[in-house]
């Protein structure tokens, strides 16, 4: 058979099946990992929605130590206002980004094509990661400080 009656009978060429199949994979792979970045995202929300949760349970569980019988000194009012400064800080961080981000990540997700929507998504996610960072970084030193305020609290008890 000639390569002619051959073209006739399969109307689309070699080149263009593996150009067909490869789009076809690409808008998988894209789909793919649209939705593993949905997911993460979603964590990711999720994640700053629980440390505002302890944050404030954080602060109200320092002001019930702190209402207990005994001295603090001059230290112990310090050391609990800083940390509920931290606790604070984390509070308004984690509102800050999940107003934002979620608003942002909603209008992205709405976007015309994948590969569009996943560049979009990739460009939000690093935007907004600051507040992300910045509401677990806020939580840990919030944590350390409240620590060594139960530190003091139970050395002041003990002498």
């Known amino acids: 058979m000639s390569s002619s009656i051959r073209h006739r009978m399969n109307p689309e060429t070699e080149d263009e099946k593996r150009t067909r199949l490869l789009k076809e994979l690409e808008g998988k792979n894209i789909s793919h990992y649209g939705a593993l970045l949905q997911t993460i995202i979603q964590s990711e929300l999720d994640s700053v929605k629980t440390i505002i949760t302890l944050s404030s349970v954080a602060i109200v569980l320092l002001f019930t130590v702190s209402m207990s019988e005994g001295s603090f000194g001059i230290i112990g009012p310090i050391i609990l206002s800083i940390s509920v400064l931290f606790f604070i800080v984390t509070i308004v961080l984690g509102l800050l980004f999940l107003n934002q981000a979620s608003t942002r990540y909603e209008d992205e997700l709405k976007g015309a094509n994948n590969k569009k929507r996943l560049n979009s998504l990739l460009k939000a996610r690093k935007k907004f990661s600051i ?18 305020f139960g530190v003091l609290r139970f050395y002041e008890k003990l002498f």
């Open 131 to 148: 507040y992300r960072k910045g509401t677990f970084i806020t939580f840990v030193v919030g944590i350390i400080v409240g620590v060594g």
